[in-house]
């Protein structure tokens, strides 16, 4: 018996209280052309999966929905995505867990073994960028690693392979 395919993500929507701001701000961030598709909606091609702004401006406050948690990126290009989230003064303010060695808005390698960087967009909505050589995907390597706490600890890359990646993926870890 064929196992039934899972179902995928192909659009992710974000409320933009200023869709014109918010369309300027992806497409320098991301260094791409969205495109406005009606219905005040615009739409940014991010891999497979469709960013879409979703005009909320005329939408009652109390009837407002906004992620409550960031939004995450892979990216194979960290430092310029943090350089261009720095021009946009976009870059998150405050600690990641309370843990002084995880400045939000800075790049550096977090306790699951990613090296990241958070933010936000004009309207507030949270986003997380990630080296996608540092990707935590929930293995059961990665998570066998993390309840040991060697995420944490190493001080050399250990690697894992990264499901639908054909090559090793390296998870760098802090000392």
């Not at 209280?17 to 260094?31: G, P, V």
């Not at 406050?61 to 939004?71: L, N, W």
């Not at 995450?72 to 060695?101: K, M, Q, V, W």
Request: proline letters at 7%; a positive charge; charged letters at 25%.
């Amino acid at each position: 018996m064929k196992k039934p395919e899972s179902p995928r993500i192909f659009r992710l929507l974000l409320p933009a209280m200023d869709l014109d701001r918010s369309q300027r701000f992806y497409e320098s961030l991301f260094q791409t052309r969205g495109r406005r598709v009606g219905g005040g909606r615009v739409y940014v091609d991010c891999g497979s999966v469709i960013l879409g702004l979703l005009d909320c401006s005329t939408v009652d406050p109390s009837e407002r929905s906004s992620p409550t948690e960031a939004v995450y990126f892979a990216t194979r290009d960290l430092e310029g995505l943090h350089r261009r989230a720095r021009r946009l003064f976009c870059l998150a303010p405050g600690l990641i867990h309370n843990d002084p060695a995880n400045p939000a808005g800075e790049m550096v390698v977090r306790p699951w073994g990613e090296r990241s960087f958070y933010a936000a967009d004009p309207t507030g909505n949270p986003l997380c960028f990630v080296d996608a050589e540092t990707l935590f995907t929930g293995t059961a390597a990665q998570v066998a690693d993390l309840a040991r706490g060697e995420l944490r600890r190493s001080s050399s890359p250990t690697v894992h392979r990264t499901p639908g990646s054909r090559s090793r993926t390296k998870t760098r870890t802090v000392g």
